[in-house]
Protein backbone atom coordinates (compact mmCIF):
# COMPACT_ATOMS: atom_id res chain seq x y z
CA UNK A 1 0.00 0.00 0.00
CA UNK A 2 1.21 3.27 -0.98
CA UNK A 3 1.68 6.59 1.38
CA UNK A 4 2.03 9.92 0.94
CA UNK A 5 5.31 12.08 2.22
CA UNK A 6 7.26 14.54 1.34
CA UNK A 7 8.55 12.81 -1.45
CA UNK A 8 5.46 10.82 -2.72
CA UNK A 9 2.60 12.06 -3.85
CA UNK A 10 -0.75 10.22 -4.86
CA UNK A 11 -3.62 11.80 -6.95
CA UNK A 12 -6.83 10.20 -8.15
CA UNK A 13 -7.23 12.31 -11.46
CA UNK A 14 -5.11 15.00 -12.85
CA UNK A 15 -6.06 17.98 -11.67
CA UNK A 16 -4.96 21.78 -12.27
CA UNK A 17 -2.75 21.32 -9.23
CA UNK A 18 -0.11 18.75 -11.35
CA UNK A 19 2.29 21.22 -12.63
CA UNK A 20 2.36 22.93 -8.64
CA UNK A 21 3.59 19.03 -7.56
CA UNK A 22 5.91 18.66 -10.70
CA UNK A 23 7.80 21.94 -9.39
CA UNK A 24 7.90 21.19 -5.64
CA UNK A 25 10.10 17.90 -6.49
CA UNK A 26 11.83 19.81 -8.81
CA UNK A 27 13.02 22.05 -5.90
CA UNK A 28 13.47 19.58 -3.26
CA UNK A 29 17.44 18.34 -3.99
CA UNK A 30 15.93 14.48 -2.95
CA UNK A 31 13.11 14.97 -6.29
CA UNK A 32 9.79 13.01 -5.63
CA UNK A 33 7.51 10.35 -7.17
CA UNK A 34 4.04 11.62 -8.51
CA UNK A 35 1.68 8.63 -8.49
CA UNK A 36 -1.48 9.17 -10.73
CA UNK A 37 -4.85 6.94 -10.79
CA UNK A 38 -4.10 6.28 -7.07
CA UNK A 39 -6.85 7.84 -4.11
CA UNK A 40 -5.28 9.09 -0.53
CA UNK A 41 -5.78 5.72 1.10
CA UNK A 42 -3.43 3.75 -1.15
CA UNK A 43 -6.26 2.00 -3.40
CA UNK A 44 -6.22 2.33 -7.68
CA UNK A 45 -8.77 4.38 -9.21
CA UNK A 46 -10.17 2.97 -12.55
CA UNK A 47 -9.81 5.25 -15.88
CA UNK A 48 -11.60 4.93 -18.53
CA UNK A 49 -9.50 6.65 -20.98
CA UNK A 50 -5.84 6.00 -19.85
CA UNK A 51 -4.65 7.18 -23.66
CA UNK A 52 -5.90 10.86 -23.19
CA UNK A 53 -4.79 10.66 -19.74
CA UNK A 54 -1.54 10.21 -21.04
CA UNK A 55 -1.16 13.09 -23.69
CA UNK A 56 -2.59 15.35 -20.91
CA UNK A 57 0.86 14.16 -19.09
CA UNK A 58 3.08 14.92 -22.21
CA UNK A 59 1.78 18.01 -23.62
Do not use: C, H, W
Not at 14 to 40: S, T
Not at 44 to 50: A, H, I, R
Request: glycine share 6%; net charge negative; hydrophobic share 40%.
Amino acid sequence: MFQESNRIELKATLNDKLEKEIVAFLNNREGGILYIGIDDKGNPVKNSDLDSMQLKILI
